[in-house]
């Protein structure tokens, strides 16, 4: 009995240490906290040692807006914000309670925000997102244009005026939370990529009849079926996705380009790659519940079929002008699932513009000439690839071919010979007898002289 008393508050004792160590281990550490602007939205990061509860509210003048993270403590610093935030201030830390975080945010203006939560991948541990907008936006998407200081190339007016303009979507892979492959010298994919997209849209927006659009234009993360959304939306004709590849052995070497496929990978390297190049959204950042697939209500039919013969022709002209520039790592076009290329409806290819896993190559890609020479071989298969097949419904002037004045149109999905007649001022007889046509069967891409006016 004597004993056993005076065990009992021992045991307790020793419980009661087991027991707040417990709560310890339990407590959160926010271990890095990041900020990502883009035209959209102001995403903060906060990177925490394990699974973490939240709660996010406003309060106005001025505004701010709280995030209480329970059971947390900081264990590394705030950020500072960029000046031209467009809706931060700056970020404010502080202790609530014995044991809660409280991280109060100084805005510019009135945000919605938005939360979620994502597991750890292979880069990063618990991370909790928080996307504000401004209040009084619009809703309205903004797509991120080039901006040049010689914005001569812009308004010079060298646009067709007989045509609408061919759009070429330039989607610089990564960006943002999303670094992608790191080069033994630290060089980031995410930032390669962007300086030889910026380069490639400065050379689309000098092509008269072209128009640059830059998927991103800057350090942030784009979900991957965001990037062929925005694409969709601005009814881009070609879709260049530019990456620079990584490699488990260091002296792989070399250019390869890719387009979609649905029935397996042309390798088993082209199969590893895209699996890692597709899972860029959970290291990006993407909200699984609000992504809906694009792909679950367009499967493979027609359109698909199409797209993917044109996203091979353009693939090929890519990969041979990057032939011209050095070494390719596959002298033809590879193919497997990348997410990133599945629009329905547009023709998309992706450049692997060399391996960053190759120190001799890294060098290389850090190399403003080197990027800009990289940047004229895409291009060159991109004007090469328009020669041949100028997009659908659009009017090519022939008249340097001969015949002064002739008009020659381009037969599209859902065009109709009465149709065409009707938007070109000419009667369906006189349509027929120009090319020859027996009865009003036509198809897509076929090209249709247009008649003078009759
Ligand atoms: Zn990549």
Known sequence: MRVNRLISPLLFLMLLAVSAQAVYAEQASVQGTRVWTDPEKTRLVFETSSAITHRIFPLDEPDRLVIDLDDARMQSNLPKVDLGDPVLVGLRGGVRGSSHLRIVLDLKQAVRAKSFTLSPNERYGHRLIIDLTPKNGSSVRRVALPSFPNSAVRKSGARRADGPTIVVAIDAGHGGEDPGAIGAAGTLEKDVTLAI???????????PGLEALLIRDGDYYVGLQERIAIARERRADLFVSIHADAFTNATARGSSVYTLSFSGASSEAAKWLASRENSADLIGGVDLATNDDLLATVLMDMTQNATI????????MVLANLGRLGVVHRGDVQRAGFAVLKAPDVP????EVAFISNPEEEKRLRDRGHQRELAEAIMAGVSGYF??????GMLVDASSQGGAGAREYVIGPG???SGIAKRHSVSISALRARNGLNDDMIRVGQVLAIPEDS
């Not at 997209?197 to 092509?207: F, G, N």
């Not at 013969?309 to 090929?316: I, K, R």
């Not at 998309?348 to 450049?351: A, F, P, R, Y």
């Open 309 to 316: 013969e044109h996203s091979t022709e353009a693939a090929a």
């Open 387 to 392: 020669r041949k097949y100028p997009p659908h």
């Open 197 to 207: 997209a910026r380069e490639l849209a400065k050379l689309v927006e000098r092509e």
């Open 348 to 351: 998309s290819v992706l450049v």
């Open 415 to 417: 065009d109709t010979l």
